[in-house]
């Protein structure tokens, strides 16, 4: 082969592919382009004539990416080889690109579907895409690749395939890439396994739980139209230290020292520790809130006087916490609560949706322009083999149950013990090996992908528990030392404090750590709802009549296959009706929000058809199917929204009387 020709070639297609490549994942293509002379991988024509190449690994040896004689067949080979690559397997992930021979082919052999790549090295990426021409696949996203080398790189190109990997995924090591970066190619092979538990744990609780929330958030609607928003925190301490106080067992170490942070920095508690922290005399500014279950009622008994704690709510929450809070609130905006009022202009201010109230807490820290944010009490993990902070509400009730063959200590462990079937280990920030569970796993996934979008300094003052990516790990007596000292004589907690000036808050900030007031329109807020609501059950009147005059010709049509005069009539009728629903798009995505499963049934579906080699009458037979089940079960969910609605309308007449 002519060494100029192969050039010119090598470069018409790496031209193709970054083109394709810049139009879905532009971050990827101008690290590609950018990569300097040294970098870049020197690719040669092999026997057979086809390109291969070498890299250098770390130990100084080098190894072959594709082989030199046909690596066009060792890559069907290859491809031939893979187990349990069924029609039923949705989404390949390839560890290593190698040059690229392998992915091609598998390309090639799948009829739909999707291929992810993981590929620690950039030069490696470049290498391949002046090899194979993928630009078309690139182009129909059905090829995504990752440069990753750890965790946290892969969240950004995989989040947007998060329902793609749930429909079933094989994970494959292509061997040339393994043999060359060993380490790295395990690091992504764990990286994606603990990704995917992620997605998993997050995409079931969605699921489960979308009736419950848009439940939570109707009902509270009266709390949501009566308190202000977060608005006016906007940056109130920015450049300020902010303390997030969850309630994880190595706060026993070190939670006194909040003492010294009262009245002049914030102190942002999760809703588990305020009784806690109330009786150690700690008094924090904002207590964060959005769990689902009516078991938190709870942590809001017997308080005392809270006029001074101002709960940050999302309006998911159960309905039982606003209903039972005795203090001041402020909520968080919710796009479904806005689309719901959508006649109301609605001053609410969101945040980012909190898997725990940990993270709304780091969340309200980041909105409240803190820096550096310090988690305190933040283990994630059963650090010295014990679950809960000592003093929280789950221990008071324990405490029945206490006896001298029973202690505190034995139901701690008991308590980890049950969770048996989901343990694994994790590293600790001491460097050695502790125990989580899968849902804490989870919660220090989401943590890290936080801390790697968040441009601000964040310290881990918890002094136990999991590492967490991208934290600066500090004792809290060292942060306070640093970034907020205290004059010697001087009292801690006094507006006397000689730091004032250097770490404490500003005074907007000063302003605005006043509890807030109930806003004093509410009831006119309050009775503008019911008119909007009453706007919105029509409209569901009128999508359930469209669903009725859908659903039978869909019915039928799956009976006239065969007659294509009949079930091109049966077609016609259905299609009137369902054209009607784009004049009714706002209660169809209401609808959509209250049973997600249909949304997923549906996807699932059309990406299972995708893989299909099918004839017409099969098709149309499996896409009759796919509709007839979308519709019956959007019908179940305007029956449940109007349910829902009706008793909305309820607790907002009696709010606004």
């Known amino acids: 082969m002519d060494v100029v020709a192969t050039a010119h070639q090598k470069q018409q297609t790496f031209i193709r592919n970054l083109r394709a490549?810049?139009?879905?994942?532009?971050?990827?293509?101008?690290?590609?382009?950018?990569?300097?002379?040294?970098?870049?991988?020197?690719?040669?024509?092999?026997?057979?004539?086809?390109?291969?190449?070498?890299?250098?690994?770390?130990?100084?040896?080098?190894?072959?990416?594709?082989?030199?004689?046909?690596?066009?067949?060792?890559?069907a080979r290859w491809v031939d080889g893979l187990e349990g690559l069924s029609a039923e397997v949705h989404t390949v992930v390839v560890v290593g690109m190698g040059l690229g021979?392998?992915?091609?082919?598998?390309?090639?052999?799948?009829?739909?579907?999707?291929?992810?790549?993981?590929?620690?090295?950039?030069?490696?990426?470049?290498?391949?895409?002046?090899?194979?021409d993928v630009a078309g696949d690139l182009g129909l996203r059905r090829l995504v690749v990752a440069v990753a080398r750890g965790r946290e790189e892969l969240f950004g190109p995989l989040a947007v395939h998060n329902i793609e990997l749930m429909l079933g995924a094989r994970l494959a090591q292509h061997p040339a890439s393994g043999r060359a970066q060993p380490a790295a190619c395990a690091e992504l092979r764990q990286a994606y396994i603990d990704y995917l538990q992620f997605v998993r744990s997050t995409l079931v609780t969605t699921l489960h739980i979308s009736e419950t929330t848009c439940a939570n958030i109707l009902r509270n609607l009266p709390a949501y139209l009566t308190w202000p928003g977060v608005q006016e925190l906007k940056d109130a301490w920015a450049g300020k230290p902010g303390f997030c106080v969850a309630a994880g067992p190595s706060l026993r170490k070190n939670m006194h020292l909040l003492r010294a942070v009262q009245g002049r920095l914030p102190i942002i508690a999760v809703q588990t520790l305020l009784k806690t922290l109330l009786a150690a005399e700690i008094r924090p500014n904002f207590v964060t809130t959005l769990d689902y279950s009516p078991q938190s009622q709870r942590f809001y008994q017997d308080l005392g006087d809270v006029s001074d704690v101002t709960l940050i709510a999302e309006p998911?929450?159960?309905?039982?916490?606003?209903?039972?809070?005795?203090?001041?609130?402020?909520?968080?905006?919710?796009?479904?609560?806005?689309?719901?009022?959508?006649?109301?202009?609605?001053?609410?201010?969101?945040?980012p949706a909190g898997a725990t109230v940990a993270h709304l807490s780091f969340y309200l820290a980041r909105y409240l322009g803190c820096d550096p944010i310090v988690l305190v009490g933040q283990d994630l993990g059963f650090d010295g083999n014990v679950y809960y902070a000592p003093g929280t509400p789950i221990q008071r009730a324990w405490s029945a149950e206490l006896n001298r063959f029973n202690s505190?200590?034995?139901?701690?462990?008991?308590r980890i013990a049950r969770l048996r079937g989901v343990l694994q280990k994790v590293t600790d920030i001491h460097g050695r090996q502790i125990y989580t569970d899968a849902q804490m796993f989870t919660y220090l996934q989401q943590?890290?992908?936080?801390?790697?979008?968040?441009?601000?300094?964040?310290?881990?003052?918890?002094?136990?528990?999991?590492?967490i990516a991208g934290t600066e790990v500090m004792?809290?007596?060292?942060?306070?030392?640093k970034y907020c000292p205290v004059e010697s004589g001087k009292r801690c907690g006094t507006a006397a404090l000689g730091c004032a000036e250097n770490a404490g808050p500003s005074a907007l900030a000063n302003s605005l750590a006043a509890p807030p007031q109930p806003l004093p329109d509410a009831a006119q807020r309050c009775r503008q709802a019911v008119a909007s609501l009453r706007e919105r059950l029509s409209e569901l009147d009128r999508m359930?009549?469209?669903?009725?005059?859908?659903?039978?010709?869909?019915?039928?049509?799956?009976?006239?296959?065969?007659?294509?005069?009949?079930?091109?009539?049966?077609?016609?009728?259905?299609?009137?009706?369902?054209?009607?629903?784009?004049?009714?798009?706002?209660?169809?995505?209401?609808?959509?929000?209250?049973?997600?499963?249909a949304e997923l049934k549906r996807v699932q579906m059309d990406k299972a058809l995708d893989r299909k080699e099918l004839d017409e009458i099969a098709e149309r037979r499996e896409q009759l199917a796919r509709d007839i089940q979308y519709v019956s079960i959007l019908q179940e969910g305007i029956t449940c929204l109007r349910g829902l609605i009706d008793e909305a309308i309820v607790r907002l007449e009696e709010k606004a009387a």
């Not at 070498?54 to 072959?64: F, P, S, T």
């Not at 004792?475 to 030392?481: C, R, S």
């Open 21 to 75: 490549l810049r139009a879905v994942q532009p971050d990827l293509a101008g690290r590609l382009a950018e990569l300097s002379d040294d970098e870049v991988i020197s690719l040669a024509p092999g026997i057979g004539g086809q390109l291969t190449g070498r890299i250098r690994c770390q130990d100084g040896q080098e190894v072959l990416l594709a082989s030199r004689y046909d690596p066009v067949a060792e890559a």
């Open 101 to 132: 021979y392998h992915v091609a082919e598998l390309l090639k052999r799948r009829r739909g579907g999707l291929v992810v790549v993981l590929e620690p090295s950039a030069a490696v990426v470049q290498a391949a895409l002046r090899c194979v």
């Open 316 to 351: 998911k929450v159960n309905s039982i916490v606003p209903d039972h809070w005795p203090g001041p609130m402020r909520m968080v905006a919710n796009s479904f609560g806005q689309r719901v009022l959508r006649e109301m202009d609605d001053p609410h201010a969101a945040l």
């Open 408 to 414: 505190m200590e034995m139901m701690e462990w008991q």
């Open 447 to 467: 943590f890290e992908r936080d801390i790697a979008d968040t441009p601000t300094t964040v310290i881990d003052a918890t002094e136990g528990g999991a590492r």
């Open 475 to 481: 004792a809290l007596k060292d942060v306070l030392e």
């Open 544 to 597: 359930d009549e469209i669903c009725r005059h859908v659903l039978k010709p869909l019915r039928q049509m799956t009976d006239a296959l065969d007659d294509a005069e009949r079930f091109n009539h049966l077609h016609a009728r259905m299609n009137r009706w369902r054209l009607k629903i784009d004049e009714l798009k706002e209660i169809y995505h209401l609808v959509s929000d209250v049973v997600q499963l």
